[in-house]
């Protein structure tokens, strides 16, 4: 369990796991409304050189960002009606580069989505956030063992 304290202290959280992020993963972010999962997204994005405003994608559905280090797909499914839309979205092509996959409320996208790498799940905690890191296949488990490393220098 990694404990955040602030928004800014999630966005350097989102610029770590961005640091060591391999060039093709796809992340699911976890949380309940307001946890803090476009803030990671906004740390994440900005790391990897992007200087703009990072909003959450919640009525597109998706935002590309192309990036000079990283293609990512910042996707909200919040309001997706039907996993299936995914596919009209362009997911398939998607899957076929190097990407990175941000995924809030990937639970709405099951049986279309693809399996995560990594599953970060973000809780309330009082006024702070506590974050439980799941791997599914070796990726992810890469991701969380180099983000231990950081965290013991």
Same mark, same amino acid.
């Given at each position: #369990?990694?404990? %955040?304290?602030?928004?800014?202290? #999630?966005?350097?959280?989102? +610029? ?16 309940? =409304? ?12 900005? +790391?990897?050189?992007?200087?703009? +405003? ?20 910042? #996707?909200? =499914?919040?309001?997706? +009606? ?8 362009? =997911?398939?092509?998607?899957? !076929? ?15 279309? =989505? ?5 599953? %970060? ?8 956030? !506590? ?23």
């Amino acid at each position: #369990m990694i404990f %955040i304290e602030s928004d800014s202290a #999630m966005r350097a959280f989102g +610029a770590r796991v961005a640091e060591i992020c391999p060039p093709r993963c796809v992340i699911y972010l976890f949380g309940e =409304l307001g946890a803090g999962k476009s803030t990671f997204a906004r740390g994440f994005l900005h +790391a990897l050189g992007h200087d703009g +405003a990072v909003r959450s994608p919640t009525y597109t559905l998706v935002e590309p960002y192309e990036l000079a280090s990283a293609q990512v797909y910042h #996707m909200d =499914l919040y309001r997706l +009606a039907d996993p299936e839309e995914l596919e009209f979205l362009g =997911l398939r092509d998607w899957l !076929e580069q190097d990407a990175v996959l941000l995924v809030e409320w990937p639970q709405k996208g099951k049986g279309v =989505l693809p399996e995560s790498d990594l599953v %970060i799940e973000i809780n309330y905690a009082g006024t702070g956030r !506590e974050i439980y890191l799941h791997a599914n296949v070796e990726t992810g488990q890469q991701i969380i063992e180099k983000l231990a490393d950081l965290n013991d220098n």
